[in-house]
């Protein structure tokens, strides 16, 4: 098992590939600190990167297109080329159940992102936050992941991100990667978009919108610390679900997030406290149609 970290600094490089651009590059660290990771991974990368530079420069850049070069170790580099994929809804709505009932919540200021290297033309998803790296590079070994280690291991630093290769996960009931969940989510919303009138496999060609209002309980705010937490993992997972399944149906859909519902660590739960699977999507129907706008 090979596991590394790699603490990432940030510089500026003249390239000749994109004129004057921004450079991410990394050191290399040994580590066999997260051998947990090692019951689904066969093998993984872990880098401290300093998201929050990442996150300033996106949030400064003017353009729709976003270029940089992230250069990791001697291993790899990747000259990156993304179009910011717009994926809130104009006057989103955001709810937070806290102790003191339904409260408005703040949208994150997460940035998201699809499109592909430069030269080889592979196909990139990435999400970016002030903690957050969340998507996939594709190489010629596969796509390669990248989340935060934290939404694995919560007590990990959250500079910390883990990459790893869609090949090298083991299959196991002992833990689920970002990889894993956001196929699971995509073969979920494919099936309904592909039952939902108007949108099914017989419509015409096209480009549509499919908006998604997302709820998310109490144990995801526990799990991923507070809300911005909860609406990153949910916003970052919907752009990858973008990139991997545009294309897929006979229409180009898009994927649009119009509302969030979120139950913060201090309030309860609206649905029923059940664990079992049945009762607890039969309770989640039953509330869904009146409570989301």
């Known amino acids: 098992m090979t596991k590394n970290i790699f603490t990432i600094a940030l510089c500026l490089l003249t390239l000749g590939l994109f004129g004057q651009s921004q450079v991410f590059s990394g050191k290399l660290v040994q580590t066999n600190e997260y051998n947990q990771l090692d019951l689904f991974l066969k093998h993984y990368e872990i880098y401290q990167i300093d998201a929050v530079s990442m996150h300033n420069f996106a949030m400064k850049n003017k353009a729709e297109n ?3 070069q992230l250069n990791l170790g001697t ?6 080329n993304l179009q910011e994929n717009k994926i809130f809804k104009e006057g989103i709505q ?4 806290t ?3 339904i409260e408005p919540g703040t949208l994150s200021k997460i940035k998201c992102y699809n499109g592909y290297t430069a030269g080889d033309h592979k196909k990139v998803s990435l999400s970016i936050n002030n903690n957050l790296l969340f998507g ?3 190489t010629d070994e596969g ?3 990248v989340e935060p280690l934290w939404h694995l291991i919560p007590d990990a630093p959250q500079d910390q991100f883990i990459f790893y290769y869609a090949k090298d996960y083991i299959e196991t009931k002992e833990g689920k990667c970002g990889m894993t969940e956001a196929e699971e989510y995509g073969e979920k919303l494919h099936n309904k978009i592909q039952n ?4 099914a496999e017989g419509a015409p060609l096209g480009c549509k919108e499919v908006e998604i209002a997302e709820a998310a309980d109490k144990l995801m705010s526990v799990k991923y610390f507070d809300q911005q937490g909860v609406e990153d993992r949910i916003t970052s997972m919907i752009n990858l679900v973008q990139a991997n ?5 006979n229409d180009d859909l898009t994927l649009i997030i119009s509302e969030f519902f979120i139950v913060d660590k201090n309030g309860t739960d609206p649905w029923t406290p059940s664990t079992d699977p049945s009762a607890l999507l039969s309770s989640f129907r039953n509330w869904g149609p009146t409570n989301f706008g």
């Open 143 to 145: 796509e390669y992941f």
């Open 94 to 97: 955001v709810r937070v159940v």
């Open 66 to 68: 976003l270029q940089f």
């Open 136 to 138: 996939f590079i594709t």
């Open 99 to 101: 102790e003191n009932g």
């Open 196 to 199: 939902t009138k108007g949108i």
């Open 245 to 249: 399944y545009y294309g897929s149906f």
């Open 75 to 80: 291993q790899h580099s990747f000259s990156l």
